[in-house]
C-alpha cells in the first residue's frame, strides 16, 4: 500500500481491524501460547507492518513504535484480554459484557504501559524508541486522543525514521550524517524542528505563534496532545520540512546514481579492454589522451580561424594572409574602412575582438564602425539601419 495518494488513515485502520478480528478468532482457546516468544515474535510478523501502512511510516520502524503511533493494541495483550473477557462471562453469564470489556481493556492498556516504559529504559533500546517514549510517555492519554491521525510527514517526526541525514546514514543511504547547512551539526529530528536555518520560517510560521503558545523541543509531546490547533500546527510543520527533506534526498540519490553509472561502465570498459588486449587498451588510452590535446589546440586557434573566414569573405584568399597577426591586420582595416562600405568591415572587427584579446587592442581605433554591432556575434541587431547605397551582395554579408 503506497505512502503517498493511497487510502486515508481511517480506512488503513479499517483494514487493519479486519485482519485483527481474523487473528482473535478462537483467542481463548490458544491464549496461552502467547506467554512464549516465539508465539510473540509470530504475531508481531503480522501486526508491524499493519501499524506501519496504517501511519504510512517507514519498514524500519520498530514494533512497539509502531503500534503505538498507529493506535493498534498489541495482539499478544489483546488475546490476553478476550479471553479474560471470556472467562468473566463463562463465570457470570448475568454480567454486562460492555462493563467486562471495558474493565479488561484497563488492564490491557496497564499491560501495555509497563512494557512501553520497559522497552524505552532497556539499555539496549535504540535512540528512535527512546525519542517516541519522550514524545508519548502515556499510552492511556495517547490512545484516547481525538486530536487527528498521524501521517506520512507526522510519523517521520515521531518515529525518527525519515528524510534526516542522521537516519540515513545510519540506514548507508547518506555518507555523513551532518547537515549540509549547519557544518559540525547532525540533520537530526531535533535539529531541522528546533535549530537549522533552512527552516527558521515555518518555525516563526507555525512554531512559535499559536493559540496554546509556542511550542519548543521541550514540550512537543505535551503540545501534540493539548489541543486540535497544536495538533495542526506540528502537521503543517512536519509536512513541510519532510517535504524539502525529502526533495533534496532525491536529488542526492540521482547524483550519485549517475556518477556510479558512469564510473562503473568506464570501469568495465577498460577493465574488458586490459583483459582481452592489454596492447590495444593502452593504444586507446593513448588514442584519448591524442584526441583531447588536439581539442584544446582547436579552441586555442579558434579565434583566428573565425578571423581568417571574415575577411575571405570580405576581399578573397589573399586578404586572409593578413589574419596571421591581428595587429598587423588593423592597417588594411583602417585602409578598407575609407574606401569600401563601413558595414562588413565593422562586422570583421567585431569578430576579431571576440577572438582574441590582441583584436581588443585596435578595438578603439575603430569603435566608430563597431558600434552598431553585436560585440560577441559581429551581426548588426534588427533596428540598425543599413546604407541606402549597399549592393544586395554586401546587405547579405552584412545580415550574414
Ligand atoms: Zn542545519
Known amino acids: 500500500m503506497r505512502n503517498h495518494s493511497g487510502p486515508r488513515v481511517s480506512k488503513r485502520r479499517l483494514l487493519a481491524g479486519v485482519s485483527e478480528a481474523i487473528i482473535r478468532y478462537g483467542a481463548p482457546i490458544w491464549a496461552e501460547a502467547t506467554d512464549r516468544q516465539c508465539c510473540r515474535r509470530m504475531l508481531a510478523s503480522v501486526q508491524r507492518p499493519l501499524a506501519q501502512r496504517v501511519v504510512c511510516g517507514f519498514r524500519s520502524m520498530s514494533y512497539s513504535v509502531a503500534v503505538l503511533m498507529a493506535r493498534l493494541i498489541p495482539h499478544h495483550l489483546l488475546i490476553k484480554e478476550d479471553a479474560r473477557c471470556h472467562q468473566r462471562y463463562?463465570?457470570?453469564?448475568?454480567?454486562?459484557?460492555?462493563?467486562?470489556?471495558?474493565?479488561?481493556?484497563?488492564?490491557?492498556?496497564?499491560?501495555?504501559?509497563?512494557?512501553?516504559?520497559?522497552?524505552?529504559?532497556?539499555?539496549?533500546?535504540?535512540?528512535?524508541?527512546?525519542?517516541?517514549?519522550?514524545?508519548?510517555?502515556?499510552?492511556?492519554?495517547?490512545m484516547a486522543q481525538k486530536r487527528g491521525e498521524v501521517d506520512f510527514h507526522l510519523a517521520q517526526i515521531l518515529s525518527g525514521h525519515g528524510f534526516f541525514r542522521e537516519f540515513l546514514h545510519v540506514c548507508g543511504f547518506a555518507p555523513s550524517p551532518e547537515c549540509?547547512?549547519?557544518?559540525?551539526?547532525?540533520?537530526?529530528?531535533?535539529?531541522?524542528?528546533?535549530?537549522?536555518?533552512?527552516?527558521?520560517?515555518?518555525?516563526?510560521?507555525?512554531?512559535?505563534?499559536?493559540?496554546?503558545?509556542?511550542?519548543?523541543?521541550?514540550?512537543?509531546?505535551?503540545?501534540?496532545?493539548?489541543?486540535?490547533?497544536?495538533?495542526?500546527?506540528?502537521?503543517?510543520?512536519?509536512?513541510r520540512i519532510t517535504t524539502v527533506l525529502q526533495v533534496r534526498w532525491r536529488e542526492d540519490e540521482a547524483a550519485l546514481n549517475t556518477l556510479a553509472n558512469s564510473t562503473s561502465a568506464e570501469a568495465t570498459v577498460n577493465a574488458e579492454q586490459m583483459q582481452d588486449d592489454p596492447a590495444a587498451a593502452r593504444r586507446a588510452a593513448r588514442n584519448r589522451q591524442a584526441r583531447a590535446r588536439r581539442a584544446q589546440e582547436r579552441v586555442e586557434q579558434l579565434g583566428d580561424v573565425e578571423l581568417a573566414s571574415a575577411f575571405?569573405?570580405?576581399?578573397?584568399?589573399?586578404?586572409?594572409?593578413?589574419?596571421?597577426?591581428?595587429?598587423?591586420?588593423?592597417?588594411?582595416?583602417?585602409?578598407?574602412?575609407?574606401?569600401?562600405?563601413?558595414?562588413?568591415?565593422?562586422?570583421?572587427?567585431?569578430?576579431?575582438?571576440?577572438?582574441?584579446?590582441?583584436?581588443?587592442?585596435?578595438?578603439?581605433?575603430?569603435?566608430?564602425?563597431?558600434?552598431?554591432?553585436?560585440?560577441?556575434?559581429?551581426?548588426?541587431?534588427?533596428?540598425?539601419?543599413?546604407?541606402?547605397?549597399?549592393?544586395?551582395?554586401?546587405?547579405?554579408q552584412a545580415q550574414r
Open 312 to 396: 575571405r569573405q570580405l576581399y578573397g584568399p589573399a586578404a586572409s594572409d593578413a589574419t596571421s597577426s591581428i595587429p598587423a591586420a588593423v592597417p588594411l582595416l583602417l585602409e578598407a574602412t575609407a574606401t569600401v562600405d563601413p558595414t562588413p568591415v565593422a562586422a570583421a572587427v567585431a569578430v576579431a575582438e571576440a577572438a582574441t584579446s590582441s583584436a581588443a587592442e585596435a578595438a578603439p581605433r575603430v569603435a566608430p564602425e563597431v558600434a552598431p554591432f553585436s560585440a560577441t556575434t559581429g551581426m548588426a541587431p534588427p533596428s540598425s539601419p543599413s546604407s541606402p547605397n549597399l549592393s544586395p551582395r554586401r546587405r547579405r
Open 90 to 142: 463463562f463465570a457470570d453469564p448475568e454480567a454486562s459484557r460492555a462493563v467486562i470489556r471495558r474493565e479488561e481493556r484497563a488492564v490491557t492498556l496497564e499491560v501495555w504501559q509497563r512494557e512501553w516504559h520497559a522497552n524505552a529504559s532497556n539499555p539496549g533500546a535504540s535512540r528512535y524508541a527512546r525519542w517516541a517514549h519522550r514524545l508519548i510517555p502515556e499510552v492511556h492519554s495517547w
Open 180 to 239: 549540509p547547512e549547519c557544518t559540525g551539526s547532525v540533520e537530526s529530528v531535533v535539529h531541522v524542528l528546533f535549530h537549522c536555518p533552512r527552516f527558521a520560517e515555518v518555525r516563526r510560521d507555525l512554531l512559535e505563534m499559536g493559540v496554546d503558545g509556542s511550542i519548543t523541543e521541550e514540550n512537543l509531546g505535551q503540545m501534540l496532545l493539548k489541543s486540535s490547533d497544536s495538533w495542526i500546527r506540528i502537521q503543517e510543520v512536519a509536512c
